[in-house]
């Protein structure tokens, strides 16, 4: 093979005239069609001047085209770094100087904010919106529908996610293609994909959830998606009778669970319905079984590794539970400060080691040896347990961490920006339940001695540089936050004094 990730996800289906994408405007998108605007892309990134290996920022809108750009730079050799299209300019901009991306893509009314970050890092900068225009579509409109793949290696780079840190910088996973393909190759044989199945697909496509486990799945397959902009109850209820499998975040089902227009009728179809990112309440688990009769599967995974656990498919879906290890991966349970293994049913850190974990840091090595053990075992930082069945949970997290409505949010990132406000001594970020994003962010902040806080003007201020997903729902003021005789924030006394301010 000459390019495995392009061989084995999009080059098999060349010239292939069966559906890869349904859109909500009723049209679909055959393989050869989507494989032939691939090609377009990958003849313009090549002709701008971009070589193997190099970086290509983008940050554009759900379309058929943004997915035609994975597929550009796996055809070209380079390496896809998709960008959530929430992320601010400020943002934006410590992606594109630390990735050293040749060039960044994004929607034509970005293209103002972004322009002058992208010059500061000697990148160039061009448009692709959702509507299929933008300079960079009108360019590679002209050129040839067929690519001369570029030949690439399974241990060569595919793409960088970034993930943000509890220092409250951003890393650069860097993910090579056999990362991807085994794990495309164990999930699709554990959920028993095939060309008969269609996944309804309203996850973003700039993270592991959308863009690896969903579409590659599907591409290896040879199957078809219902491709939504996002997610949307009308859209989804309208798309299901149509689909056998969905993947989505808790949020979509305690939201498809809040509509009665979701019925098991709706649901006669389905085949699959598959829940990660974050946790699946068993209550959720339980009322999604007595609404529809399906179980959710849920299962385990992350930014550096793909997908590590699974929930089998067939066998008990156990509630509370991510399942167990996938094939190939090995997963233990470990004292945090030794790394010591425990005994089978004591909580301790997840480690894990297989074809699917990633290859370190973007030019953060210090990083990456905190993190990647050098015998292949990757700390995850989520703490769990293995019962006596071999099922894993997750209990909890080592590391500091908000998951809302699917999307990580890193405190320390927030609290660096909020003790910088005016009049603020200090700060501490925690996440608090609630009912439609599973947590939520709060601020709890102490003034400086003799100042009164004006929260709306620190919250517009930081607003300003900071995604709207990630800004505090809440701020509050105490005299002083809580530690213990370390003198650390006890973030648990925050979040139990805070726990029902959205329920
Ligand atoms: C949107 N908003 C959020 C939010 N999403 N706020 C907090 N958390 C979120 N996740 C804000 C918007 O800024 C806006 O604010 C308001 O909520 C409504 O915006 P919206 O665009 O209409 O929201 P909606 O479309 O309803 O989005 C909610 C969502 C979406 C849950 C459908 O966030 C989503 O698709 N999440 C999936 C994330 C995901 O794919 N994670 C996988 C990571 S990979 P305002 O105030 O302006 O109205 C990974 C590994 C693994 O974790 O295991 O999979
Ligand atoms: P990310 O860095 O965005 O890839 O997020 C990965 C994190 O999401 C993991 O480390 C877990 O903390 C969390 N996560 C993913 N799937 C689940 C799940 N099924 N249950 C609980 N937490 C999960």
């Known amino acids: 093979m000459t390019n495995p990730l392009y061989d084995t996800l999009f080059g098999q289906h060349d010239q292939r005239s069966a559906i890869f994408l349904q859109l909500p405007d009723g049209t679909t998108l055959t393989y050869a069609k989507f494989l032939e605007m691939a090609a377009q892309y990958a003849g313009y990134l090549t002709e701008v001047g971009l070589n193997a290996g190099d970086r290509v920022a983008v940050q554009i809108e759900k379309s058929p085209q943004a997915l035609a750009v994975y597929a550009a730079c796996a055809q070209a050799g380079l390496v896809f770094l998709p960008l959530n299209t929430a992320y601010t300019a400020d943002e934006t901009a410590y992606f594109v100087e630390n990735s050293g991306s040749g060039i960044v893509l994004c929607d034509d009314f970005k293209r103002s904010d972004l322009a002058p970050i992208v010059k500061r890092f000697d990148a160039q900068l061009e448009t692709l919106n959702a509507d299929g225009s933008g300079s960079f579509a009108q360019h590679a409109a002209s050129l040839p529908t067929a690519f ?28 090579s293609q056999a990362n991807l393909l085994s794990n495309a190759q164990a999930l699709r044989e554990e959920w028993r994909f095939t060309s008969d199945d269609v996944l309804l697909h309203a996850l973003p496509i700039f993270h592991t959830h959308g863009l690896f486990v969903a579409s590659n799945i599907t591409l290896l397959a040879g199957a078809q998606m219902i491709f939504l902009p996002k997610f949307d109850l009308d859209q989804m209820i309208a798309g299901m009778p149509r689909a056998t499998t969905m993947m989505g975040v808790p949020t979509f089902y305690t939201r498809l669970l809040g509509d009665e227009r979701f019925t098991q009728d709706l649901t006669n179809h389905m ?17 999604f079984k007595d609404r529809t009769g399906h179980r959710i599967l849920e299962r385990y995974g992350m930014t550096e590794t793909n997908m590590n656990t699974s929930n089998p498919y067939d066998g008990e879906r156990r509630a509370g539970t991510v399942g167990f290890p996938l094939p190939g991966v090995e997963l233990k349970i470990t004292e945090s400060q030794t790394g010591a293994t425990l005994p089978q049913g004591e909580i301790g850190e997840i480690e894990v080691r297989g074809p699917n974990v990633f290859q370190g840091y973007w030019q953060m090595p210090e990083k990456t040896a905190e993190e990647l053990r050098s015998d292949g075992f990757f700390i995850t930082g989520d703490l769990g347990q293995i019962d006596a069945d071999g099922y894993v949970s997750i209990v909890g997290r080592n590391k500091d961490l908000i998951i809302s409505g699917g999307y990580n949010i890193y405190p320390k990132e927030i609290e660096l920006l909020l003790d910088d406000q005016e009049g603020v001594l200090e700060s ?23 100042t009164t806080l004006d929260l709306e003007a620190i919250l517009s201020n930081i607003g300003k540089s900071l995604a709207r997903f990630k800004q505090p729902q809440k701020l509050f003021v105490l005299s002083e936050l809580p530690r213990n005789s370390m003198g650390k924030v006890q973030k648990k006394a925050l979040r139990e004094q805070y726990s029902t301010i959205f329920q």
């Open 148 to 175: 001369e793949t570029v030949t690439r290696s399974e241990a060569d780079l595919a793409a960088f996610l970034y993930t943000s840190g509890t220092t409250g910088r951003s890393k650069g996973a860097m993910l």
């Open 271 to 287: 085949r699959l319905f598959i829940s990660g990112s974050a946790p699946l309440l068993p209550e959720t688990h339980a009322q």
């Open 428 to 450: 501490a970020v925690i996440g608090v339940p609630h009912a439609d994003f599973g947590e939520s962010v709060v601020g709890v902040l102490v003034a400086m001695p003799g």
